[in-house]
């Protein structure tokens, strides 16, 4: 595959697998929107992409001279015994010869007999399917052949080079780094929608572009990253990149039971539908990791981190919470065990902060260790604090 962004031009192109065949030819003269071959590919095309929820590609004549001229080259080269399917494509898959002011260009290529063949398996290739189904396509240029001798004579010889363009009106994303985190998300019908806004500096050298459903960030140390929803208001309350969280580090991902998570230069932020999005880092969050963070015992976080007695911290969780000091360290709470710690003032009372999780003591007994003595448990005897002298 290659790919190039410049000129706000991505140029990503796929190579046809040896399935396809290829043949001599003369040159054909360029396709036209009345051509009925062409008319038919672009037809099934496009009724793949209004199966997706797409709209429909736009039939450009610049783009389908530059499609016609490559096909007319294949035609010849393919003829040859030395032709290699590594050259398939143009140094540039023809990026630099279409009309200027696309932000997004691709070029998929095959040899087959009638219009669905071609489509059909376009769409049963996943590079091939990417470029015809891709919400950043808005124009489409198609080119064929068919020879009339040689090995492969009878076979339609096909390019079709896609392109994006920019509706009018609209603000053009013009940073390579967020252009192409803008192209991963499918352009403007994928989940960010149209800009709103042109570029802007951001913190520490940075840049950033807003969008309809979100914002993209980029920075030298991180790259260049969405954030959206309840995650970026979370991010937000920090201060954003400028905050403590830092710029982020990776896109929101799946989470455990619906959730979603995303990581920063200094934390991460964990959301889910039942207890929205909270902040976790440090010695807390390592803890909480310990115990399969979302997905284990602890679920997600309820709170984000609260300051505690003597330079201490706390966070809530679905499932108990995880206590931390300087002297002690990150400990788990939870259960009737701090139910017992609670009733003596939690970390501000006598019992002070835990200085372990709970553990078994003796076979059926649970016990916490704390700074000023330990509270045991069993099905027996119930809870029972037992403070240092």
Not at 75 to 85: E, G, H, I, V
Not at 238 to 267: D, H, K, L, V, W
């Amino acid at each position: 595959m290659y790919t190039r962004i410049g000129r706000r031009v991505s140029a990503a192109v796929t190579v046809a697998a040896l399935c396809f065949f290829s043949s001599p030819a003369g040159a054909a003269s360029a396709s036209t929107s009345e051509d009925p071959y062409a008319k038919e590919v672009l037809d099934l095309m496009n009724a793949q992409r209004a199966t997706a929820g797409l709209p429909a590609l736009r039939w450009n004549q610049s783009i389908s001279n530059i499609s016609q001229d490559w096909s007319n080259h294949l035609a010849t080269a393919t003829n040859s015994p030395t032709f290699s399917f590594a050259t398939i494509h143009r140094p540039d898959a023809g990026g630099n010869e279409i009309p200027a002011g696309s932000d997004w260009y691709r070029e998929i290529i095959g040899f087959n007999f009638a219009p669905a063949d071609i489509v059909d398996w376009w769409a049963g290739s996943p590079a091939h399917r990417d470029a015809m189904l891709s919400g950043c396509a808005t124009d489409v240029g198609i080119g064929y052949t068919v020879p009339k001798s040689g090995p492969y004579a009878g076979y339609h010889l096909v390019v079709s080079n896609l392109a994006g363009y920019p509706g009018a009106g609209t603000i053009p994303v013009r940073n390579g780094a967020l252009l192409s985190a803008w192209v991963a998300q499918g352009c403007a019908a994928g989940r960010l929608g149209q800009p709103t806004a042109p570029e802007a500096p951001a913190a520490n050298g940075g840049v950033y572009q807003s969008f309809e459903h979100g914002m993209i960030y980029w920075s030298a140390a991180t790259g260049a990253h969405t954030v959206w929803g309840g995650i970026s208001a979370k991010w937000g309350t920090q201060g954003s990149e400028a905050g403590r969280m830092g710029y982020p580090t990776s896109n929101e991902i799946p989470a455990a039971n619906g959730g979603a998570s995303q990581s920063f230069q200094y934390g991460m932020i964990y959301w889910s539908a039942a207890t929205g999005a909270h902040t976790v880092w440090g010695g807390i969050s390592a803890k909480w990791g310990t115990q399969g963070s979302e997905a284990g015992r602890m679920g997600y976080p309820t709170s984000d981190e609260k300051p505690a007695a003597n330079g201490g911290a706390y966070q809530s969780f679905q499932y108990g919470t995880i206590y931390w000091s300087p002297t002690t360290g990150a400990h788990i709470s939870w259960g009737g065990i701090r139910t017992a710690w609670a009733a003596q003032g939690l970390e501000r009372g006598p019992l002070g902060y835990p200085m372990s999780d709970e553990y078994v003591l003796t076979p059926g007994m649970i016990a916490q260790d704390y700074q000023g003595g330990r509270i045991t448990w069993s099905a027996a005897t119930g809870t029972k604090v037992s403070l240092r002298n």
